[in-house]
């Protein structure tokens, strides 16, 4: 597969590979998509797996798109492929007779209704563990998936511009450069493949910015003077202020979601803390309302939900089912809005009772503290990440840094 390709593939666990649509799937798309389910499946027979097909990131299937999965699942009839897509998608899906196809809201659903023995060659059964913990074994080993998978989407695409932009001899090439700067500069992968993505290309052939001069020194705000880390290390202060917003707000859970311009803007789970792998992986990349995070992003202000069971939106949707599930019934997320107004992120926390929380003096307390890692980020992007650029460009194969 290229780079560009709407298909990822997660590596399999013993019992399942799970092949990852994202994007629209136009005439060309749903050429390649019959093509590399052939492969897949055929793949997955050989393995004994079952196939799990996440369209989760496809808006919508024409006509054109259904006739390419008929036609290449309906002898699955007897162990058909799991479908893991959005409401509307799954409506889509019922407008035709697809009998190799069974969509599901969830790709906890979609695990859960296996069967207890794997379809094709049977495998010795690991030692002392009853179907139900094989089951939730499995969960366990594909929890977060859909967000590994399209990181390594992106990934693929940053490799595709370096090989392009240094003429590298190829794929192995692009990641090992990669993951040079990501170590050499405490920048995590996915981050500096964002920045490879969607910077400007490199000014000269020495530098990637021309002119940069000192550095500004990090934002001089409460929650960096009250913190003793190293301000460049993003895993570090992103616990930290999620910690903290935890203790102010005197909630049972939180999440911090950072967004990513390389992905429109997608809400990409950092840390968290409490309720269990079933919502983190519902969570793990956030595209859209009614998830409360999406709100409080697309709106730019606060949002407060007194009771996630009386929130019909949230609560027919899989990360509010999930919630229920785990026991949050109180959820306030306050968005990161950056000194030049942008919404960087935002700041969940849950609580176990339903009612309105938290009172207006904590709600002012976590917009500061929300204010104060907008403002660190903001700084971070402008400097720890173009430094992780110029690094990368001053250290590709053939341009040593003593040609800096």
Not at 312 to 340: F, K, Q
Not at 346 to 359: K, M, S, V
Not at 387 to 396: G, K, S, V
């Given at each position: 597969m290229t780079s ?5 593939v997660?590596?399999a666990?013993?019992r399942?590979?799970v ?8 005439a ?6 019959a093509l590399e389910?052939t492969r897949?499946l ?7 797996h079952r ?12 006509e054109?798109a259904?006739?390419a999965l008929r036609?290449?699942t309906a ?6 492929v799991l479908?893991?897509?959005t409401?509307?998608v ?8 697809l ?6 809201g969830?790709?906890?659903e979609?695990?859960?209704?296996l069967?207890?023995a794997?379809a ?5 059964p ?9 089951a939730d074994?499995?969960?366990?080993e ?5 967000a ?6 992106l990934?693929?695409?940053a490799?595709?511009?370096?090989i392009?932009?240094?003429g590298l001899p190829?794929?192995d ?5 990669l ?5 050499q ?6 981050v500096l493949?964002?920045?490879?993505v969607?910077?400007p290309p490199p000014?000269?052939?020495t530098r ?7 550095h ?8 960096l003077r009250?913190?003793t880390?190293?301000?460049?290390d993003r895993?570090?202060i992103?616990s ?9 707000s ?10 990513d311009?390389?992905q429109d803007?997608a809400?990409f ?7 269990g792998?079933d919502?983190?992986d ?8 009614p998830v409360?995070c999406?709100v409080?992003?697309?709106?730019r ?12 939106a949230?609560a027919?949707?899989p990360a509010g089912?999930?919630l229920l599930?785990?026991g ?5 997320s306050v968005?990161l809005i950056?000194?030049e107004?942008?919404c ?8 176990n009772e339903a009612?309105?929380?938290p ?6 307390e976590l917009a500061?503290l ?11 992007r402008?400097t720890v990440?173009l430094?992780a ?5 001053q250290?590709r194969?053939?341009?040593g840094?003593?040609?800096?």
């Amino acid at each position: 597969m290229t780079s560009r390709s709407p298909l990822t593939v997660v590596p399999a666990t013993d019992r399942v590979t799970v092949v990852c649509l994202t994007g629209t799937l136009d005439a060309d798309g749903c050429a390649r998509l019959a093509l590399e389910l052939t492969r897949h499946l055929d793949s997955a027979a050989r393995r004994g797996h079952r196939l799990v097909l996440d369209m989760t990131a496809v808006p919508t299937v024409d006509e054109t798109a259904r006739r390419a999965l008929r036609e290449q699942t309906a002898h699955l009839a007897g162990a058909p492929v799991l479908v893991v897509a959005t409401p509307e998608v799954r409506k889509e899906l019922e407008q035709d007779d697809l009998p190799g196809l069974r969509p599901h809201g969830t790709l906890v659903e979609a695990l859960t209704s296996l069967p207890p023995a794997p379809a094709g060659p049977v495998r010795p059964p690991r030692s002392g563990n009853p179907p139900a913990a094989e089951a939730d074994h499995l969960r366990r080993e594909i929890f977060g998936l859909r967000a590994k998978a399209r990181t390594s989407g992106l990934i693929g695409i940053a490799q595709g511009m370096l090989i392009a932009r240094y003429g590298l001899p190829g794929p192995d090439a692009a990641f090992a450069l990669l993951r040079e700067g990501s170590q050499q500069c405490n920048v995590p992968l996915r981050v500096l493949a964002s920045a490879v993505v969607t910077a400007p290309p490199p000014q000269t052939d020495t530098r990637w910015f021309v002119g940069r001069g000192t550095h500004p020194p990090p934002p001089d705000t409460a929650f960096l003077r009250s913190y003793t880390g190293d301000v460049t290390d993003r895993r570090q202060i992103i616990s930290a202020a999620l910690d903290t917003a935890i203790a102010v707000s005197e909630a049972d859970a939180g999440e911090a979601h950072l967004t990513d311009a390389a992905q429109d803007h997608a809400l990409f789970l950092e840390g968290h803390r409490g309720l269990g792998a079933d919502y983190w992986d519902e969570v793990a990349l956030v595209t859209g309302v009614p998830v409360v995070c999406a709100v409080a992003q697309e709106r730019r202000e606060p949002v407060a939900v007194p009771d996630v069971a009386a929130d019909d939106a949230l609560a027919a949707h899989p990360a509010g089912r999930a919630l229920l599930a785990a026991g949050s019934r109180a959820v306030y997320s306050v968005p990161l809005i950056t000194p030049e107004g942008y919404c960087t992120g935002t700041l969940t926390l849950h609580r176990n009772e339903a009612g309105i929380w938290p009172g207006a003096t904590r709600r002012a307390e976590l917009a500061r503290l929300a204010a104060d890692v907008a403002a660190w980020r903001s700084w971070y992007r402008r400097t720890v990440v173009l430094d992780a650029l110029e690094h990368l460009h001053q250290n590709r194969p053939g341009q040593g840094a003593g040609n800096s």
